[in-house]
């Protein structure tokens, strides 16, 4: 028993000592599983995933735009060897994300809350710090390396093998795997801050960033409550993205000792390249009003209990009940 035991704290120091890679950023050693040639593989594969998923906006210019505040950004930053990709998404949803390797998701739906290019630029230096800081990879190397040590103990100590080992495993794994969610958060909000000064924006629109997903957070909340669902938050597939009040506490100290010498705004060139940016659901893909989905197109009209869930993706539609024990969903059949 010992000697297997022994066998297995050598796998798994082994394990970590093969997966260590200098951090771009802070230049410590991190826990990483594949070289920048697979990360950005992974995010080629990822962005096909994301475009089935939503659509591009098809609008070129404001791509080309987006895309230029983008890579000035990406040029200032700590990974400026990458090639960065920036996508408009038609979509409604309050949202930006980011890929392993330099693709960057920024969708209509939070464009249209925004007030200057400034702000634009602080979510998309945002989202650049997720990929500089390598936070995709370091999650997926995590989930890797918690999946090869259950596996590793299971072949090298078979008592170990049972469920409730299993059990206890998967708890401390998604224990670790979502203890990164807020710090991954902060540090993205830090180094946007960086990319804003170095880029000769003003870092404090990261501070209004916060502030207004804070506000839209509140508006959603009470809306949720006539409507009688869960209020939708930015990030909101993370639990432990950190709330906006935490966040707008950390990205005060760290904005406010940053400064720049006549920084950009561009108001009026971001209220220019956005004029008849759509807001809410598109016509194209049906609405939803009062618990009923629309499309015109379709010449179809669905009403669904007051209490029920209703939402309206690209290509699907998903209504679930307000106890969860139904669900209702509708896809879209691809053209042959």
């Known amino acids: ?7 297995l704290l050598f796998g798994i120091a082994a394990l970590v000592l093969a997966g260590c890679a200098q951090n771009p950023v802070t230049g410590k050693q991190d826990f990483v599983m594949m070289s920048e040639a697979q990360e950005i593989s992974l995010g080629r594969q990822a962005d096909a995933d994301v475009r089935k998923q939503y659509k591009v906006y098809p609008n070129p210019a404001l791509q080309a735009y987006v895309d230029r505040v983008g890579q000035k950004l990406a040029t200032h930053s700590h990974r400026n060897n990458l090639r960065y990709r920036f996508t408009v998404l038609d979509s409604p949803e ?3 994300f980011a890929l392993p390797g330099g693709y960057v998701y920024i969708t209509r739906g939070i464009m249209a809350y925004l007030n200057s290019e400034a702000e634009m630029a602080a979510v998309l230096g945002h989202e650049i710090g997720h990929v500089t800081a390598r936070h995709g990879v370091r999650q997926q190397s995590a989930s890797q390396a918690a999946n090869l040590g259950i596996q590793l103990a299971s072949i090298l100590v078979p008592e170990l093998n049972n469920q409730a080992f299993h059990d206890v495993s998967n708890l401390l794994g998604g224990a ?5 969610g807020r710090e991954h958060e902060l540090e993205s909000d830090r180094l946007g801050a960086q990319y804003l000064a170095r880029t000769a924006y003003d870092p404090q629109a990261m501070i209004r960033v916060v502030g207004v997903l804070k506000n839209q957070e509140l508006f959603d909340a009470e809306i949720a409550k006539q409507e009688g669902r869960e209020p939708r ?15 707008l506490q950390q990205v005060v100290g760290e904005a406010g000792t940053l400064t720049v010498e006549n920084p950009a705004e561009n ?9 008849g940016l759509i807001f ?4 194209d893909e049906g609405v939803v009003r009062d618990n009923r989905f629309m499309h015109r197109d379709l010449g179809i009209t669905l009403t669904f209990p007051a209490e029920w869930s209703v939402k309206n993706l690209p290509t699907q539609l998903v209504a679930i009940s307000s106890n969860n024990d139904a669900v209702l969903q509708f896809m879209l059949d691809p053209k042959p």
């Open 176 to 180: 670790l795997l979502s203890g990164y």
């Open 267 to 275: 108001r009026e060139e971001y209220l220019r390249q956005t004029a």
């Open 233 to 247: 938050r930015y990030h909101g597939t993370f639990a432990t993205h950190p709330d906006n009040d935490t966040r």
């Open 1 to 7: 028993m010992l000697r297997s035991i022994s066998f």
């Open 280 to 283: 809410g659901d598109s016509v």
């Open 94 to 96: 309050i949202n930006a």
